[in-house]
């Protein structure tokens, strides 16, 4: 028998303490230039807590001044909204940074020199990892054998990428660790590998990688971003790319706010709400990405109607070939219809003139089947975009799809003796990357980098996207830029962001530079205007051969993530 306890008795509800919450801290920035169209002569701004608070001239400021927290002396620098990079490979950016980088190498005997002074100073690595190799570039114009990887690395297992991403060298000890790979689609002998052999492989290195070399390459690439005003970044990953593990991981990094906000898109078809769910749980904001509809023209694998001019034995030897289609119009149909029942964004990565056809026939068949107007409300997307024609940047148009492009390939590889010129032939190689045409019929721009494809820059961006080796594709300083800043923002469902104006997120930098001047309105890209009665901000000066501008500070809502703290 349990001993009787006796009840308590009621007692006085306790006394409840409400307390306001902390004001959100104020700073006051003036004697600069803010770049704001809520006021093209504006030098200061204020900042409350995560917000911008108010934008104007100097002589208006006065009266924040002894309200404020802080206040910072611009001394003339500029400021402008973040830039936002949407395209972006976060993980083997910071691998490029702080590992084996080949980008620099201008023949094969440096990179095989590289090679084995990486294989020297890193003996506890499992797998050495390396980025980007150009063979286009090199003298002896081929890649580097599997023997002579396998004498620079030692034996030991190497997982190489070509520039583009899209193939990669590898030692024979790194085949003996994935079963049944020789059997795969896009192995060869003694080429580089693609497709499902080049998956395979690139599954089993990066799974090597430890948690603590995974969050020290991407706290590498996130520091890099910060440092050049950059705020946020698309990272692009799935099941082919990278793993789960490196995806979440990566997403909750972010989230500590150390650095620049990750938007993360994982590249995975969707079949049902159920797979719609399951990308949502990754923290995904859409199934988009590098969903691959082809490959890329540097490997010979992007989708071509017409064969490729070089015939390239790397693609297989025969005289015809037009890359790799891996997705149908069909298939294109069923994800975008399944992501947009679901309410998730949709996207491909598409390069070839077949690949974007497929794209486009697939999104208007899926808006025949769940409507129109609902599929442009998702604003799905597409990834680098690069050979369009008239018929497809009007689907573009009509379907309201954002052409998420990168000007730094076209910078790379344009021309009239560049990579595509040699892919493509001449007349061919002029009609990529048509970013006017695709502004002229309203269709949205996001511009990135495909970092570590090319580097991290948003100036030097923006600078390409102008100064476009086809004249008639290049678009004007304002619209590169808010295709880099503001676009985005869009390209994620935000138009509210992206801008420096009263009520918008506090994602800004600060940077010196010189003179800033307003494209004049011509056709010609080398007109500019610094007459302040334009009523239009002004940008630096970014005709090549002038310097680009220093960033001094980045601020992501509010919180300083590179440059002097102002908390």
């Known amino acids: ?20 919450p902390a004001r959100p801290r104020t700073v006051l920035l003036r004697g600069g230039e803010v770049h704001s169209p809520a006021d093209p002569f504006a030098t200061a701004m204020v900042v409350e807590g995560d917000r911008i608070a108010w934008v104007g001239e100097e002589g208006a400021a006065d009266s924040f001044a002894d309200g404020v927290d802080e206040v910072v002396q611009l001394d003339g620098a500029l400021v402008t909204p973040a830039f936002t990079d949407a395209h972006v490979h976060t993980t083997a950016t910071g691998l490029a940074l702080t590992g084996l980088d080949l980008s620099g190498a201008a023949t094969l005997p440096e990179a095989l020199a590289r090679i084995r002074a990486h294989a020297d100073a ?9 980025h980007g190799w150009d063979a286009a570039v090199w003298p002896e114009g081929r890649p580097p054998s599997r023997a002579e990887l396998d004498e620079a690395a030692g034996g030991r297992p190497l997982y190489l990428t070509r520039v583009d991403v899209h193939s990669a060298v590898v030692t024979t000890a790194l085949l003996d660790l994935v079963p049944g790979v020789r059997e795969r689609t896009g192995f060869r002998a003694d080429a580089p590998l693609t497709g499902d052999a080049h998956h395979a492989v690139r599954k089993v290195a990066y799974a090597t990688l430890t948690p603590a070399q995974r969050t020290e390459a991407q706290t590498a690439a996130l520091g890099r971003a910060a440092a050049l005003g950059i705020g946020t970044l698309h990272e692009c990953a799935g099941p082919d790319i990278s793993g789960e593990d490196d995806f979440t991981g990566l997403l909750a990094l972010a989230r500590e706010g150390a650095g620049p906000r990750v938007v993360g898109y994982w590249a995975e078809v969707v079949a049902s709400a159920k797979d719609a769910q399951r990308i949502r749980e990754l923290g ?101 975009a690069e050979m369009l024609t008239e018929r497809t940047i009007a689907g573009f148009a009509e379907l309201a799809l954002t052409a998420s492009v990168q000007p730094a390939f076209d910078a790379a590889w344009g021309g009239a003796d560049g990579m595509y010129a040699a892919r493509l032939g001449a007349d061919r190689a002029r009609t990529l990357n048509p970013y006017a045409a695709l502004l002229k019929a309203g269709v949205p721009l996001a511009l990135g980098s495909d970092s570590p494809v090319t580097p991290l820059d948003p100036w030097g961006t923006v600078r390409a996207a102008v100064f476009h080796r086809t004249r008639a594709h290049g678009i004007s300083a304002r619209a590169a830029f808010t295709a880099h800043t503001r676009g985005g923002w869009r390209a994620v469902g935000r138009d509210d962001a992206g801008v420096l104006v009263p009520g918008a997120p506090a994602d800004y930098a600060v940077w010196r530079t010189g003179e800033l001047i307003v494209q004049a309105p011509d056709e010609r890209v080398e007109r500019w205007s610094t007459d302040p009665r334009s009523g239009t901000p002004g940008l630096p000066d970014l005709t090549p051969g002038n310097d680009l501008p220093v960033c001094l500070t980045t601020v992501v809502g509010g919180r300083t993530v590179f440059g002097p703290p102002n908390e």
């Open 284 to 384: 995904a904001i859409g199934a988009a990405g590098d969903l691959f509809a082809d490959g890329s023209l540097g490997s010979h694998t992007a989708h071509l109607h017409a064969p490729y001019a070089d015939s390239p034995s790397s693609a297989g030897g025969t005289a015809g070939h037009t890359g790799v289609a891996h997705l149908r119009a069909e298939d294109v149909a069923a994800h975008v219809a399944a992501c947009t029942e679901a309410g998730l964004q949709a996207g491909f990565h598409a390069i070839g003139d077949a690949a974007l056809t497929s794209v486009v026939d697939g999104v208007r068949a899926a808006a025949e089947r769940v409507g129109l107007g609902r599929v442009r409300a998702a604003r799905h997307r597409v990834e680098h």
């Open 122 to 130: 890193r003996p506890a690595d499992r797998v050495l990892l390396g």
């Open 1 to 20: 028998m349990s001993e009787h306890v006796p009840e308590p008795a009621p007692s006085r509800p306790a006394k409840q303490h409400f307390s306001r």
